[in-house]
C-alpha cells in the first residue's frame, strides 16, 4: 500500500492563504506526476493542480493565478500554495501520484474557507 501523506488543511478566513504537503515514497515520487485534486460536497472530483518531474505546471481555469504547485526532490514532497482562497475553495483536497503504471491518492486533507 502506497502511502501518500498530506498535511495542512484546516479553517481559513476569506481572502488568507494555506500550503498544503503531500509526502511520497522516493521510489513514487521520483518517477510520477504529482497532483492535488479537490472535492466539495455533492460534487464530483476534480482537478486543481499538477506537476511534472519536470516541473511543467498545469492549473485549473479556478485557481490560476491564485494556487501555485511546486515539488522538493530532495524532500519527496509536493506542495499547494493557496493564496486569495475563497468561500468555493472549501473541499477535501487529494494528493495523487500517477504514472501510466499506477495513479496513487492520499487520504485526503480538508481545507474550509470562512466568508
Known amino acids: 500500500q502506497v502511502q501518500l501523506v498530506e498535511s495542512g488543511g484546516g479553517l481559513v478566513q476569506a481572502g488568507g492563504s494555506r500550503r498544503l504537503s503531500c509526502a511520497a515514497p522516493?521510489?513514487?515520487?521520483?518517477?510520477?506526476?504529482m497532483g492535488w485534486y479537490r472535492q466539495a460536497p455533492g460534487k464530483q472530483r476534480e482537478l486543481v493542480a499538477t506537476?511534472?518531474?519536470?516541473?511543467?505546471?498545469n492549473y485549473a481555469n479556478s485557481v490560476k493565478g491564485r494556487f501555485t504547485i511546486s515539488r522538493d526532490n530532495a524532500k519527496n514532497t509536493v506542495y499547494l500554495q493557496m493564496n486569495t482562497l475563497k468561500p468555493e475553495d472549501t473541499a477535501v483536497y487529494y494528493c495523487?501520484?500517477?504514472?501510466?503504471?499506477?495513479?496513487?491518492w492520499g487520504q485526503g486533507t480538508q481545507v474550509t474557507v470562512s466568508s
Open positions: 495523487n501520484a500517477k504514472t501510466v503504471i499506477f495513479n496513487h
Open positions: 522516493g521510489s513514487i515520487f521520483s518517477i510520477a506526476v
Open positions: 506537476i511534472t518531474t519536470g516541473d511543467t505546471t
